[in-house]
């Protein structure tokens, strides 16, 4: 007999619209603050989503103080300061290049650490690289699927020195700048016409 999943029921179209269909990549935001434990929130939700071998390599932090703003404006394209300075917080999503460290505590149940070094110890540093930079990246986007499940708009970016964000927040570290992302109540007046999005045959097949 198959037994049915807990969640093998799809989601409302209410949640739906909250994800995807209604929530935009907002510019410009209301002057709302976001509290402390909604940002741990977030992370709590996001941190439950799959990575390889639950490498969880995503490091965070939050600049929400007017401080880090400022440390963090001279290193953003000039597009991209008025909107950030103006969101009540703009989250580094960073990637930890030594994860590696860290599975004997995420996946206790075999050596997977080893699975990151050859026969004489050495580090196979594609490999991580690799491994890292995809799952960071896969964090980030849990992450702005969280903060809009709780409610919050998001605004990421790629437009920054990734080189001088690292040195300002993630000081001798072995972790690196990955993107930004804006969290706040967007000011929708400010948005503008969605963009196209492809047909599903120009994206994807069925073999």
Known sequence: MTTASKHDQPIGQSALDQLFFSARSQNAWQDRTVSDDQLKQVVDIMKMAPTSANCSPARLVFVKSDAAKQKLKPH???????????APVCVIVGTDY?????????FP????????????GNALQGKID????RNSTLQGA????AARAVGLDCGPMSGFDPAGVT?????????????LCNLGYGDESE?????????F??????V
């Open 130 to 133: 690799e491994t890292a930079f």
């Open 76 to 86: 953003l394209s000039d597009g991209n300061v008025e909107k950030t300075m103006s």
């Open 98 to 106: 030594a994860f590696y460290e860290s599975l004997g505590k995420l």
């Open 109 to 120: 149940h075999t050596d997977a650490r080893s699975w990151f070094f050859d026969g004489d």
């Open 142 to 145: 849990y992450l702005i699927l």
């Open 167 to 179: 040195k300002e927040f993630f000081p001798g570290t072995t972790v690196k700048a990955n993107f």
């Open 191 to 199: 948005l503008f016409d969605r963009s196209p999005r492809f047909d």
């Open 201 to 206: 045959d120009e994206m994807a097949s069925i």
